[in-house]
């Protein structure tokens, strides 16, 4: 069974520090490009980060660069979010996702944040951050 677990979420105050952990059962991530999404009550889902399957490329949204890094360690099936100087507005639901098959992950050898392009999803892991 293909499987992505989040962990490392919690309450944080501003200006702080989190790492959040997305592990990988019944497959093996370093075959697929792997993103981060978060999720804010009454807000859509959006991209934050991805990381390509060699781990060579990451991309990010406007929003959290130079604050939030991605890596990969391929040897414990493991893909980790360091974040930042966190702030208010990085509250939300975080959710790593896995993509396999698109063009842009198995021929261009890239990543990409947009949700659609992933097949598979954890189940999320909570930040909040706040005073």
């Known amino acids: 069974q293909l499987q992505l677990v989040e962990s490392g979420g919690g309450l944080v105050q501003p200006g702080g520090s989190l790492r959040l952990s997305c592990a990988a059962s019944g497959f093996t991530l370093e075959y697929y490009a792997i993103a981060w999404f978060r999720q804010a009550p009454g807000k859509e889902r959006e991209g934050i980060s991805c990381?390509?399957?060699?781990?060579?490329?990451?991309d990010y949204a406007d929003s959290v660069k130079g604050r939030f890094t991605i890596s990969k360690d391929n040897a414990e099936n493991t893909v980790y979010l360091q974040m930042n100087n966190l702030k208010p507005a990085d509250t939300g639901v975080y959710y790593c996702a896995a993509d396999g098959t698109s063009w842009i992950t198995t021929v261009l050898a890239t990543c990409n944040i947009s949700p659609g392009l992933y097949d598979y999803w954890g189940q999320g892991t909570q930040v909040t951050v706040s005073t």
């Open positions: 990381i390509s399957m060699s781990g060579n490329t990451t």
